[in-house]
């Protein structure tokens, strides 16, 4: 078998990650209806969080920041308190929300197992992914974690290599076509990009269909099947 | 020679940290003297930020959210909105602060790095600590850079077993007695305490004197021959 090592995504691959933010942006877009239209709303916070992402990376706490921020400059500076109140409750509330792995995910992690090294490769709060993690009950069937600032193609190849896998050997599956797939398939690996239903604005990118290490796959259900065929 | 792997700390071992979060609550003080007497303040801050260690984890992100949520309990859910934009601007001052190695560090490590493989290990917002370890120049001196969520004996026994380290081979270096020395002890490998001046009142314990693999160092220019005395 050539493929030894499979990387995997967690957030929205394996469980809800970007429908919870919508949700809070929705809650947010309530709290501010007095305010703000909620395209405007939606523009301005885009707006905060591509500024504030070099600095705060990506998680709930930026998040949370970037969310205080906007309700600021849609205020001229004075927010009601209760805006600011909500705002703190609801990143507390995504940082507690309760993890479940999406439909197919247990089953179809639990057969790649027995054949593959699965690690783990995700962005985020370090602390709040090793959370989820903890909560999914995946932990077990995850040979190695690794919780990375940036996923670039210098990061696939280190973590592949230091889990012994030469990039022609390793395989990398996730929702997001420009973190999980683009990068791997740079580093050399293979790459099959399992959408979930949506997608942050920032993630966007275009399939690279003509690559033949790259596979387009409708559920985590077919990579076994996919795999296989690398031979 | 025993020991192989010198596990160093980062904050408060090798450039400022608790500074700038003194310096930062300093701040806070005076935008809030209308509002609270600064040890009114202080308690309350503590109080917020153990309540919201557990889901925030380390680092300045955290620090910024339980800042603003201090602010809402001291004036009754309405700050000033100059409050929270100035806390808003201090955490970004905070996260882009230049980093500069603390007195005889570089030479220290230079000097330690041709005998033994260093590792940074480190808590905090993961994001942050790498581009700390990116300004301050000393990165291509480590192997390698473990960001951990929490410091128990458990990660210090992985990540020293994952540098090929046995624990009696391996030696942590570091500010903190609770989160360098002890765990590191109770995971069976060599520690040293090497003091800065100002401690978190969370990081606060008391050394384990009578350890035959403890020591109390001045400075960081003493560890060398520490761990030369180690056979």
Not at 5 to 15: E, F, H, Q, R
Not at 82 to 111: F, K, Q, S, T, W
Not at 114 to 143: C, M, N, P
Not at 201 to 217: D, K, Q, S, W
Request: hydrophobic share 45%.
């Amino acid at each position: 078998m050539r493929i030894t090592t499979l990387g995997l995504d967690a957030d929205d691959t394996l469980w809800h990650n970007e429908t919870i933010f919508r949700l809070t942006q929705d809650r947010f877009r309530g709290l501010m209806a007095d305010v703000a239209d909620p395209s405007v709303l939606d523009d301005r916070l885009a707006a905060v969080e591509r500024r504030n992402l070099a600095l705060y990376g990506y998680g709930v706490k930026g998040f949370t920041l970037s969310l205080i921020e906007t309700a600021m400059e849609l205020t001229a500076g004075q927010p009601d308190g209760r805006v600011i109140a909500d705002i703190l409750a609801a990143g507390r509330e995504m940082l507690a929300h309760p993890v479940e792995p999406l439909p197919g995910v247990e089953a179809a992690l639990a057969e790649l197992s027995q054949d593959y090294r699965l690690v783990l490769i995700t962005k985020g709060d370090l602390l709040h992914q090793e959370q989820k993690l903890a909560a999914s009950g995946l932990g077990e069937l995850f040979t190695a974690v690794e919780i990375v600032s940036e996923k670039d193609a210098a990061t696939y190849a280190r973590i592949f290599s230091r889990h012994g896998a030469e990039p022609g050997q390793a395989a990398m599956a996730g929702n997001s076509v420009r973190s999980d797939i683009l990068p791997a398939l740079e580093a050399g690996a293979y790459a099959a990009h399992i959408p979930y239903p949506l997608t942050w604005a920032h993630e966007m990118a275009e399939a690279p269909c003509g690559n033949p290490r790259f596979a387009e796959l409708a559920t985590i259900d077919d990579l076994a099947a996919w795999l296989r065929t690398i031979g």
